[in-house]
């Protein structure tokens, strides 16, 4: 099943479509291109927010698209590798089963899986500004990325799969 046809079923059920992708077996190449695309999806949907910014202050864009690349394809996938371990450390004190890779799962595919939240929020920022939609949008993102990683978790930890 491709990534788009196992996000659409995240949002049915995100621990149990993540159950359905922990049982394809440990692939470290899977992983690392779910968390790359993630990463180039959030920063691709930075640029109206940019764009609109550099507009708005007469900054040449370039710089700030530079800035973005750098924070979102270097640098967040090292925090998110640090972050799964903190959150499967955090599982195991609390009884948890589950592996590193599992936690690492968990996290990457609820931010892949959320990346259509994401792009919303870009478009609002981008075109509509700071407001009440803009936040009601990201609260969403949050509420939905959330529930994805949590779900994920649950059913990562209670695999017991190492």
Known sequence: MSFLADIAATYRGPGRRLR????R????????????IGCAL???AQWPRLARQ????????????GASLLAWLVIMPLVLYALAALAH????ILGGQGSF???RLALF??????????????????????GPQLTLVGAIWCGVFAWFWGGG???AEREGKT
Do not use: C, K
């Open 20 to 23: 359905v992708v922990l049982a």
């Open 25 to 36: 077996g440990q692939r470290e190449d899977r992983l690392l291109a779910m968390v790359m």
């Open 42 to 44: 959030v920063f691709v």
């Open 54 to 65: 550099a507009y708005a202050s007469g900054e040449d864009l370039n710089p700030l698209l």
């Open 89 to 92: 450390g955090l599982a195991r």
């Open 101 to 103: 890779y599992g936690a």
């Open 109 to 130: 595919w609820a931010l892949l899986a959320s990346t259509p939240v994401i792009l919303l929020h870009g478009l609002v920022a981008g075109f509509i500004g700071p």
């Open 153 to 155: 978790m649950l059913a």
